[in-house]
């Protein structure tokens, strides 16, 4: 079994994702890029004592950038997972 912190690196707060976590009891997480669907189901349950129903993962490719020099470079790719919970099931963030 992995340990929760190597799988689980943040909570994702953002307007799209307070909204879903109130109307659809689904919560988003970014996760590490080896994480797996089973692998991020444990964590959460884990961590959070949880029933987990369906997880969705999605890879971010990272944006184009430029440095203060005109250098051109990219953000760092990212992998998030979206996570329904049982009906009545909650995560409090306190």
Do not use: C, H
Not at 12 to 41: D, G
Not at 72 to 86: C, E, M, N, Q, Y
């Amino acid at each position: 079994m992995v340990s929760p912190d190597k799988v689980l690196k943040a909570f994702r707060l953002t307007e799209k994702s307070n909204k879903a976590s109130s109307e659809l009891n689904q919560y988003t997480f970014e996760v590490f890029p080896s994480a797996t669907r089973q692998t991020i189901r444990a964590a959460v349950e884990q961590t959070f004592k949880v029933t987990v129903t369906r997880v969705n993962v999605m890879n971010v490719k990272g944006k184009p950038t430029k440095s203060r020099k005109g250098v051109p470079g990219f953000k760092s790719d990212r992998k998030k997972a979206v996570v329904t919970l049982k009906e009545g099931d909650k995560i409090e963030l306190v």
